[in-house]
C-alpha cells in the first residue's frame, strides 16, 4: 500500500543525489523555473570584495539585454552607494560565470553571453577591493 | 461505596492513565492505524522500553498549569496597569521583542502543530502522551508570548500582524520554513529535528538569552512568561534526550538515519539561530552575554559532552560543527549588517550601535569586531550623518535551503562570501553553505519547490512590482512606522517623550494616544 520514493542515488553534475524517502511518489515542479517569470530571467551578480553588499545582488532582467546594458543600467545603479563605485570600470573587470572564468561580450545579449536563468556572476576589480582592507 | 486504596500512587495513576490507553489491536493491522511509523526506516522493537522521565498525567498536567497561568495572568495585569513598558532600559530593546513574535511565537504554534500530528502516529502509548502534553505546552507558549507582548503592541510599532508577516515577510521565511521542512518530515525525523536537536542541543540558546536579556532590560511581562514556560522547556530537553537514546537503543540500523538527521537539523538550527546572535550582541540595550559566548557554554560545552555521552552509541558531533564553532567571531556583525541594511523591509528598526556598545564588543570579540566590522559601522554613521543613512535598494540571493540571504563568509576568510551553486534536473540553486548544499543533495524534492521570498517577488505574486507596495500591502508592514532607522523613528520620539527628553511631536497622534492613556485610566 505504501509506495516508496527512496532512497535511490543517482549521479547529477557529479555529486550524488539522493532522493527524499516518503509515503507516496513525492515529485514537485521547481517553483523558480524561467517561465514563471513573465518573459524574464534572473542573475546573480556579486562585486567580489565588496561586503558593504551583504550577498550577491538578485537582479530581474531581460534575456536579450545586451551585457553592457546590465552593467550600466542595472549594476551600476545598485552598487553607487559604495565609494569605489565611480572608479569601477566593470566592462573591463574580471568575471567568473557559475564558477568558470568568462570573457563577456558587452554588445551580445545576455542569453548570447551563456548567462542563463539563475546564472551567477561574479566580477572581480583590480586595484578595487572595498574598504579597510575587510573586503568591504 | 467502600473502596480500597481509594489513591493511587504515582506510579499505577501513571500506569493507567498512559500505557493503559493503549490496546492491542483485533480487527485492525497494526501498521494500519499507524501508518506513518515505518516508511523512514526506523526499526522499533519494544516500544514498552520508552521511559518518561517526567511520568506526568493529564489530570496533574491541567491542575499545574492553570495555576501557573493564574499566576502569569496577574503579572500580565499589573504590568499593564502599571505602565511597564515605560520602565524598559530603552525603547531599542522593543525591538527585540517585534522580531520574537514575528519569528518565534509563530513556531511554538507551528510546534503545536506538529507534535498534534506525531502524537497520533506513534504506535507506542508513551511516546504519544508525551508528544501530546508537548503539544498542549506549545500551544500555551504561543498565546502566553503573545498576551505577554501585546501590552506594548498598544504603545511601539510593528507588532500589530505577527501571524499574516510570519506567513509572508522575507526573513520570516527562515524560521517558517525551518519547521515546514521538520513538520513535512516523518514522525521520528521531525522529533529528531524539534525534540532533541532543537529543543536538547540548541533551545538554551534561544531562550536563555531572550528570557534574560528581559529580565536585564526591566521586561517584566516577558520575563514572567519565561519563568512560567521553564518548566515546561525542561520536560521538553528531556523528551528530546530520551527520544533520541531510545531510537539508538532500538535497533543498530537506526545509527546512520539518525546521524544523517543530526547533521540536518544541527545546520538547520544553527542557521535560524543567526538571528537570535545579532538580537544577543546588538538589540538589547543591556547585554547578558555576547553571542561568542552562549556558543561556547551552551553549544560547545554542553553539546560537547552530550556527544561525548551518544558516542556509544555510534553518534559523531554533527557535521560543519568547526563551521559553527568558528563562525561565533562573526555571525551576529554580518547578521545586523545585513539587517540594518534591508530594515527598509521589516517591522523593526536597525541602528549603529553607540560608542560603549561598540567598545564592548571590541572587548567580547577581540579578534574580529576592530579589525572587521567597527569601521564598517564608523563609515555607515558617517554616511548617516551626512545624509546618505545607507540602504541597500537590491534584493538579495537567497539560500535555497535555508531562505538566508547568502550573506556568510567561509570559514577561515570573513573577508570571501560563502556560496555554492549546483545544477539539478537543468535547474541551478544556490546555497550559503556546504551545509545547506548538502540538505538539498540529500533530498532536492523538498526544496525545488521552495517559496523564496525574493523570487516570489519578482515573479509578480506579492501584490506589486516595487518593494515600497509589496512591503506596505502584502507584509502589511506600515511605511515610516515599522520600518526603516531607529534614530528618528516614531518609536524613538514617543521613548524620548515618554523619559522627558524631548517635547511631544505635532501631528505625532499615536505619541498623543499613548501618553495621554495613564492619565485617562
Redesign the interface.
Known amino acids: 500500500m505504501l509506495k516508496r520514493a527512496g532512497p535511490v542515488t543517482h549521479k547529477n553534475n557529479k555529486v550524488m543525489i539522493m532522493s527524499v524517502n516518503a509515503l507516496y511518489d513525492y515529485k514537485f515542479e521547481p517553483r523558480d523555473k524561467v517561465e514563471n517569470f513573465n518573459g524574464m530571467q534572473l542573475v546573480y551578480v556579486q562585486w567580489a570584495g565588496h561586503l558593504m553588499f551583504c550577498a550577491p545582488l538578485a537582479l530581474l532582467v531581460k534575456p536579450d539585454m545586451s551585457f553592457r546594458a546590465l552593467i550600466d543600467d542595472v549594476l551600476k545603479p545598485a552598487v553607487a552607494a559604495h565609494p569605489q563605485s565611480v572608479k569601477a570600470d566593470f566592462l573591463e573587470a574580471q568575471w567568473e560565470l557559475n564558477g568558470e572564468s568568462f570573457t563577456p561580450n558587452a554588445d551580445a545579449s545576455l542569453v548570447d553571453n551563456g548567462i542563463d536563468h539563475k546564472s551567477m556572476l561574479v566580477v572581480t576589480t583590480p586595484g578595487l577591493d572595498g574598504m579597510f582592507n575587510t573586503g568591504y | 461505596m467502600a473502596v480500597k486504596n481509594k489513591k493511587l500512587n504515582l506510579k499505577d495513576k501513571y500506569q493507567y492513565l498512559t500505557r493503559d490507553m493503549a490496546w492491542e489491536p483485533t480487527y485492525q493491522k497494526k501498521e494500519d492505524i499507524y501508518?506513518?511509523e515505518s516508511?523512514?526506516?526506523i526499526k522499533i522493537v519494544d516500544w514498552s522500553q520508552w521511559e518518561d522521565p517526567f511520568r506526568l498525567t493529564m489530570d496533574a498536567y491541567w491542575k499545574y498549569q492553570a495555576e501557573k497561568e493564574k499566576k502569569l495572568y496577574a503579572i500580565f495585569d499589573a504590568f499593564a496597569q502599571n505602565n511597564g513598558h515605560q520602565n524598559i532600559t530603552d525603547a531599542r530593546y522593543v525591538n527585540a521583542l517585534k522580531l520574537f513574535l514575528t519569528a518565534v511565537s509563530p513556531l511554538e504554534h507551528a510546534a503545536f502543530q506538529g507534535y498534534s500530528k506525531v502524537g497520533r502516529q506513534f504506535s507506542g502509548a508513551g511516546a504519544r502522551v508525551a508528544c501530546q502534553m508537548q503539544a498542549i505546552d506549545e500551544l500555551r507558549h504561543s498565546q502566553t508570548q503573545q498576551h505577554a507582548m501585546s501590552h506594548y503592541n498598544k504603545h511601539f510599532n510593528g507588532l500589530h500582524d505577527a501571524a499574516h508577516m510570519y506567513d509572508r515577510v522575507w526573513f520570516l521565511s527562515v524560521p517558517k520554513s525551518f519547521f515546514d521542512d521538520a513538520r513535512t518530515a516523518?514522525p521520528f525525523e521531525f522529533l529528531t529535528a524539534i525534540s532533541f536537536s532543537f529543543e536538547y542541543v540548541l533551545t538554551n540558546l534561544l531562550f536563555v538569552p531572550f528570557m534574560s536579556g528581559a529580565a536585564y532590560n526591566n521586561d517584566m511581562a516577558t520575563v514572567t512568561f519565561g519563568f512560567s514556560a521553564q518548566s515546561d522547556e525542561a520536560r521538553h530537553m528531556t523528551l528530546g534526550l530520551e527520544v533520541i537514546k531510545f531510537i539508538l537503543e532500538q535497533h543498530e540500523d537506526n545509527v546512520p538515519i539518525v546521524q544523517r538527521w543530526i547533521d540536518k537539523w544541527f545546520w538547520r538550527g544553527f542557521r535560524l539561530l543567526s538571528l537570535v546572535s545579532m538580537m544577543m550582541d546588538y538589540m538589547l540595550p543591556k547585554k547578558v552575554m555576547s553571542w561568542a559566548e552562549a556558543w561556547e557554554v551552551y553549544y560547545e560545552q554542553n553539546g560537547g559532552a552530550l556527544f561525548k555521552d551518544l558516542e556509544r552509541y555510534g553518534i559523531r558531533p554533527p557535521k560543519y560543527e568547526d563551521v559553527a564553532n568558528e563562525a561565533k567571531h562573526h555571525l551576529s556583525h554580518?547578521l545586523w549588517?545585513?539587517f540594518y541594511?534591508?530594515c527598509q523591509a521589516t517591522n523593526f528598526h536597525t541602528w549603529i550601535p553607540t560608542e560603549e556598545e561598540m567598545d564592548w564588543m571590541s572587548e567580547k570579540y577581540p579578534d574580529t569586531f576592530d579589525?572587521?566590522y567597527r569601521?564598517?559601522y564608523e563609515?555607515l554613521a558617517k554616511e548617516h550623518a551626512e545624509g546618505?543613512r545607507?540602504y541597500?535598494?537590491?534584493?538579495?540571493?537567497?539560500c535555497q535551503v535555508c531562505q538566508v540571504?547568502?550573506?556568510f563568509?567561509e570559514k577561515g576568510d570573513?573577508?570571501?562570501?560563502s556560496?555554492r551553486?549546483?545544477?539539478?534536473?537543468g535547474?541551478?540553486?544556490?546555497f550559503c553553505s556546504e551545509g545547506c548544499c548538502d540538505i538539498f543533495?540529500?533530498?532536492?524534492?523538498?526544496y525545488?519547490?521552495?517559496?523564496?521570498p525574493?523570487?516570489q517577488i519578482?515573479?509578480?505574486n506579492c501584490e506589486g512590482g516595487d518593494l515600497e507596495t509589496v512591503v506596505q500591502n502584502y507584509y502589511h508592514i506600515n511605511i515610516g512606522e515599522d520600518n526603516f532607522e531607529y534614530v528618528g523613528s516614531p518609536d524613538h520620539k514617543r521613548w524620548q517623550f515618554i523619559k522627558g527628553m524631548a517635547p511631544q511631536q505635532k501631528g505625532d497622534d499615536q505619541a498623543e494616544k499613548t501618553v495621554q492613556k495613564p492619565n485617562a485610566a
Open positions: 501508518p506513518d516508511f523512514e526506516g516523518g554580518q549588517t545585513t541594511q534591508y579589525k572587521y569601521p564598517r563609515f546618505r545607507y541597500n535598494n537590491t534584493l538579495p540571493q537567497l540571504p547568502t550573506l563568509t570573513a573577508t570571501k562570501l556560496h551553486q549546483i545544477e539539478h534536473e535547474e541551478r540553486y544556490h543533495k540529500d533530498e532536492p524534492e523538498k525545488v519547490q521552495a517559496w523564496l525574493v523570487h519578482y515573479q509578480g
